[in-house]
């Protein structure tokens, strides 16, 4: 018998865990992972590479360890889009949203306290609390994906819980939270610890309603997540950031690795920032897109949840992995993210959104 992950002495709650990961297929047409489908425009590729250039001049330098400049850029794009001032104190940076969801776990949570989301919901948030010996409380949702607040504050009331997440837009739901529900669980969060509340906002560009970054006004214990992998097309950059009071940049900070951020990293956001209005465009066009695939799904009688994110949850199947697996063999890489009788559809460009709707009218036989 070969050695094997079992043989090695690692922690209890690790074993027999599967690591995170959607399949990554050579199909032609990939709606599986929340991207956005269009490519960076070439005017930013080339500011990139200027960007980049000067920076690699200086990489036998370690790059600026606490990103000033970066943050800057960050938090006046927040005070412009979401209307609320922001400054480089309230703004942190890391490699992708998911490590500024562990830098938090890492700070707020840890062995001996407890994280608490409501899903189905991003499925990393339960993951990283394992990885960072948080211990994570499974919040209930209503059969429709909406929070049921009472029954949260409940939960949030029993279980006392270090860090409280809540994704809106959704994901893989896609239905946005409500203001009054955040403020609901912040108080309840408060009045059981108090604990920190992390508003994951991946996908709100995307969304009809608002950026919830105002309520950070005299909530030191609010967060809002954010990340540059979704609207603005650059998943592959790794840049995710956070707002919050000064207080939490400060925290975060202890748990950080020094220069966490390359200078590479830096330099190309820097270059994405000044392109923000480019970038941006393509949202428009991707929140149509998506509101075409929720009619053309309605219209084949799928059961379709509100969406307000650059992807649409569509069911009802019986067998929603053979539903996956058929809709995958004509071309169409979709996502199966185990809510059982639903599928995940992220919106893409006009022709891969047509192919996908051919592919779900063709095989409508196998609907429950
Ligand atoms: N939050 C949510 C809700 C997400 O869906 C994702 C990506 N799938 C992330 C955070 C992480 O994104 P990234 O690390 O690329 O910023």
Redesign the pocket.
């Known amino acids: 018998m070969s050695f094997g992950i079992d043989d090695l002495p690692v922690r209890d709650e690790l074993r027999g865990k599967s690591p995170y990961g959607a399949p990554q297929l050579d199909v032609p047409v990939r709606l599986n992972t929340?991207e956005n489908p269009y490519p960076l425009p070439e005017p930013l590729v080339e500011r990139i590479t200027e960007r980049v250039r000067e920076a690699a001049r200086n990489l036998n330098r370690y790059p600026d360890r606490d990103a000033v400049e970066l943050r800057t850029g960050l938090a006046e794009y927040l005070t412009k889009t979401a209307g609320h001032p922001v400054g480089p104190e309230n703004v942190w940076a890391a490699n992708?949203?998911?490590e500024v969801i562990q830098q938090l776990l890492q700070t707020f949570g840890g062995p001996g306290r407890t994280a608490i989301g409501f899903e189905p919901s991003?499925s990393?948030h339960a993951l990283i609390s394992r990885g960072t010996g948080t211990h994570w409380i499974s919040g209930p949702r209503n059969e429709d994906f909406t929070i049921d607040l009472a029954a949260a504050r409940e939960a949030i009331a029993g279980h006392r819980p270090d860090v409280v997440f809540v994704?809106t837009p959704n994901?893989p739901t896609g239905n946005a939270v409500p203001a009054e529900t955040v403020l609901g669980l912040y108080e309840a969060a408060q009045a059981a610890k108090p604990s920190m509340v992390v508003v994951?906002e991946?996908?709100i560009e995307f969304s009809h309603g608002r950026s919830l970054l105002p309520l950070l006004d005299g909530r030191p214990n609010l967060v809002i997540s954010r990340?540059m992998?979704k609207a603005f097309g650059a998943?592959g950059l790794?840049l995710?950031y956070l707002a919050a009071h000064p207080a939490v940049v400060e925290a975060v900070q202890l748990v950080r690795l020094p220069y966490h951020l390359s200078a590479v990293t830096q330099a190309t956001a820097l270059a994405a920032l000044e392109h923000t209005d480019t970038l941006l465009k393509y949202v428009e066009q991707l929140k149509a897109e998506r509101d075409r695939l929720v009619d053309g799904l309605r219209g084949l009688g799928y059961d379709v949840t509100e969406s307000d994110a650059n992807f649409v949850q569509f069911g009802r199947f019986e067998d929603s992995h053979a539903a996956w697996r058929d809709i995958l063999d004509r071309g169409v890489l979709v996502r199966d993210n185990g809510v059982p009788g639903w599928l995940r559809v992220t919106a893409g460009t006009p022709a891969e959104n047509d192919a996908f709707l051919d592919a779900v009218r063709e095989m409508q036989s196998l609907v429950g």
């Open positions: 929340n992708g949203s998911n991003y990393m994704t994901n994951d991946a996908y990340t992998s998943a790794r995710g």
